[in-house]
């Protein structure tokens, strides 16, 4: 009897290896960039602060939706900027089950102070990239995120 024999592809040549890898060092380059400039925040708390200044008055349930975090890591870091009053919550008047969170003048002040930090990253992993490849990358990539849902 003949022995079925899978060949597997080697991981350094599998497209989603690769995005994880991206996604791995850019976090890491994230991550120094903040430590470097003193920003306060970590990776997370940038990305879910940013959020709640896009959706201002927005749920946290709709934040951890938006941000791509679970509903605990959100509560985490939602918690976290509010102790450094970057964030305020409160109650929802229609549904008091819910908070609804809104960004404060001091988290407004430091994504002016930031964002420039973030972009500068942001722009790392698409150098010498033409604004055609920029375009091209961009709708494989949505097209790969609508295939997962």
């Known amino acids: 009897m003949q022995q079925l024999q899978m060949k597997e592809d080697r991981l350094e040549q599998l497209p989603v290896f690769i995005m994880e890898q991206i996604v791995r060092k850019y976090r890491q380059k994230a991550a120094i960039a903040h430590k470097e400039h003193q920003s306060g925040l970590n990776v997370d708390q940038w990305i879910v602060l940013k959020q709640i200044e896009e959706n201002n008055g927005s749920s946290q349930v709709e934040i951890g939706a938006l941000a791509v975090k679970d509903a605990p890591t959100t509560t985490r870091i939602i918690d976290q900027l509010v102790s450094k009053n970057l964030v305020s919550k409160q109650l929802d008047p229609e549904d008091r089950r819910k908070y609804m969170v809104f960004i404060t003048e001091k988290g407004q002040q430091l994504i002016k102070v930031v964002y420039p930090i973030v972009n500068e990253y942001r722009q790392v992993p698409l150098a010498g990239f033409s604004q055609t490849d920029k375009k091209q990358l961009l ?8 295939n997962l849902e």
């Open 139 to 146: 709708g494989l990539l949505q097209r790969a995120l609508t």
